[in-house]
């Protein structure tokens, strides 16, 4: 585990298994006490619950279209060749904004890609509730509904969805192979978009509050929390460049932390103890979220003393680490000393046709947008190595 991931705070934390698990949003017209976060200052209860009026489900993979062994237009004439669904040009690892925008592009440009969507389809926005930055959406979205609107577009040029979690791979020798519930995929490209887990303090109450006051990304969700008061947990560089920037819309932000001291760097500590809104608490862990709704307070545990308090507070950021999901490609391809990915050259990777697109590198930017533009690139380099390698037909630069 990487040392942005290491964690030291908060009982049991861990990288969150499943992006349902306290997922505010009401699909099918659920209890009224669902929440929204709304722009007019932290979380309040919305009249109604939100309803798309039909679930979005990710449950079943679209019936995979029939594609010639040598690629071709889906659906497009029999060519007689010998057919295998689980080998293509193109093989995408993830489904979040980087896995699904690389999709659109390889779909468009007839790769007929294959996506292995993991067993979180649509990633980290599944996890969230308005997204209000994503450019296109004036009045904003929401993070599910998003992410369906990406997976619609890529099924829509062909785009094959799958729900599992690659296992293994051997990018060794081409083409390169991918294991996932006991199937081979075999592929002339790959793009890496894995992304990365945020991790969580594993209370209960936590879980059923994320979207409800409960985040763990200040440059999203921060604006909901417009004059409220609210706490940051942790002790590294993130921790405490969230409390900073939170400052900017929260009247007071709490910082704890359950050591005596932060592995944060110097400069960021004297900013933080500068601040006049930034209060901070040491040796103080969080045992529970306290709110029925939305965030109303927090249980805090003096570490030293394990006197127990109650205190009032609108909203909880948990910044304690992200965890790249790389383990799978950790012996194959390069790692930085955060386990990150490491790219060359925009997109690319140590081996030649393996490109990496997303949060799985990217732990700078850390946004739907920018991950989305990530995808976009890591499929136009990959076609246009395919087209050097004569492996797809010179068409698309110019028609993207
Ligand atoms: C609480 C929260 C709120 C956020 N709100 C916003 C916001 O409002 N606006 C914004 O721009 N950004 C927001 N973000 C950040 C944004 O979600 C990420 O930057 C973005 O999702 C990264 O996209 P990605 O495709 O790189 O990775 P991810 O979204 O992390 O997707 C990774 C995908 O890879 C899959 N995967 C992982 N391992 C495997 C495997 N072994 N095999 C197959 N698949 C695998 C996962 O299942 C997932 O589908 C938020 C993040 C969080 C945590």
Redesign the pocket.
């Known amino acids: 585990m990487s040392d942005d991931a290491k964690r030291d705070d908060g009982p049991a934390e861990k990288a969150t298994p499943d992006p349902f698990e306290g997922l505010s949003i009401d699909f099918g017209g659920g209890p009224t006490d669902a929440v929204s976060l709304n722009g007019n200052g932290g979380a309040t209860a919305s009249p109604a619950p939100i309803s798309f009026g039909a679930p979005i489900s990710f449950d079943t993979p679209p019936a995979a279209p029939v594609r010639p062994k040598t690629g071709g237009p889906v659906g497009g004439p029999d060519d007689g060749a010998e057919r295998d669904e689980n080998r293509t040009k193109m093989l995408i690892?993830?489904?979040?904004?980087?896995?699904l925008t690389a999709a659109i592009y390889a779909a468009r440009a007839n790769l007929e890609p294959i996506v292995?969507?993991?067993?979180?389809?649509?990633?980290?926005?599944m996890?969230?509730s308005?997204?209000?930055?994503?450019p296109g959406f004036p009045d904003g979205i929401l993070?599910p509904e998003l992410m369906a609107k990406f997976r619609a577009q890529a099924e829509r040029f062909g785009t094959r969805v799958i729900d599992?979690?690659?296992?293994r791979v051997d990018l060794s020798t081409r083409p390169f192979r991918a294991w996932?519930r006991g199937i081979e995929y075999r592929a002339d490209a790959v793009i890496v978009?894995?992304?990365?887990?945020?991790l969580w303090l594993g209370l209960e109450s936590e879980t059923r509050l994320?979207g409800r006051g409960v985040?763990?990304?200040a440059?999203?969700?921060g604006f909901f929390f417009r004059d409220k008061e609210i706490a940051v947990v942790g002790g590294g560089d993130t921790a405490l460049e969230e409390a900073t920037y939170l400052t900017r819309f929260a009247t007071k932000v709490h910082l704890l932390h359950r050591r005596e001291s932060f592995r944060a760097s110097k400069i960021m500590i004297d900013r933080a103890i500068a601040h006049p809104k930034i209060e901070i608490h040491t040796n103080t862990a969080v045992d529970e979220v306290l709110g029925g709704a939305k965030v109303e307070g927090l249980r805090l545990r003096d570490t030293a003393t394990d006197a127990v308090r109650d205190v009032p507070m609108e909203g909880l950021f948990v910044a304690i680490g992200y965890r790249p999901?790389t383990?799978?490609f950790k012996d194959e391809l390069e790692v930085d000393e955060k386990g990150y990915l490491v790219v060359r050259d925009e997109t690319g990777s140590k081996i030649e046709g393996v490109f990496i697109?997303?949060?799985?590198h990217?732990h700078r930017y850390?946004?739907?947008?920018?991950?989305a533009a990530?995808?976009c690139k890591a499929a136009i380099d990959a076609e246009r190595w395919l087209e050097s390698e004569g492996i797809s037909e010179a068409t698309t630069a110019g028609a993207w």
């Open positions: 690892i993830g489904s979040g904004p980087a896995g292995l969507a993991g067993i979180v389809p649509g990633g980290q926005l996890i969230t308005d997204v209000e930055n994503y993070g599992v979690d690659v296992e996932a978009a894995t992304g990365a887990s945020a994320r985040s763990a990304c440059t999203c969700d999901n383990d799978v697109a997303g949060d799985v990217d850390r946004q739907a947008v920018t991950a990530d995808g």
